[in-house]
Nanobody
Framework: QVQLVESGGGSVQAGGSLRLSCAASGRTFSTSSMGWFRQAPGKERECVAAINWSGTYRYYADSVKGRFTISRDNAEKTVDLQMNSLKPEDTARYYC?????????????????WGQGTQVTVSS
């Protein structure tokens, strides 16, 4: 099991940047793929980025490709999401999640452990 705590959310104007960080604890972090999901009011939770256990493979949703970057530090047990050129449609609650496997998957059902989330609000 992995315990996750997100930080770094906030309010920013369109075009700005934010960096989300997820601190993990637990024995299995370094062997787990990690993902960042978001959920806006009235919408389903979606995977915006994911990274495999070694950081050698990354997935990005089309809507964030070229603007967001996911990274991880297995020694520090952290996963970050750098968000640039933010748009109002990026407004959502962002969640860090840990898969029980080492490969990247994008379905919510694949992720066993979740943080409480951090709010990101982008104004136009």
């Amino acid at each position: 099991q992995v315990q996750l705590v997100e930080s770094g959310g906030g309010s920013v104007q369109a075009g700005g940047s934010l960096r989300l960080s997820c601190a993990a604890s637990g024995r299995t972090f370094s062997t787990s793929s990690m993902g960042w999901f978001r959920q806006a009011p009235g919408k389903e939770r979606e995977c915006v980025a994911a990274i495999n256990w070694s950081g050698t493979y990354r997935y990005y949703a089309d809507s964030v490709k070229g603007r967001f970057t996911i990274s991880r530090d297995n020694a520090e047990k952290t996963v970050d999401l750098q968000m640039n050129s933010l748009k109002p449609e990026d407004t959502a609650r962002y969640y860090c999640a840990a898969d029980r496997t080492a490969v990247v998957r994008t379905s919510q059902a694949a992720y066993a452990d979740w943080g409480q989330g951090t709010q990101v609000t982008v104004s136009s």
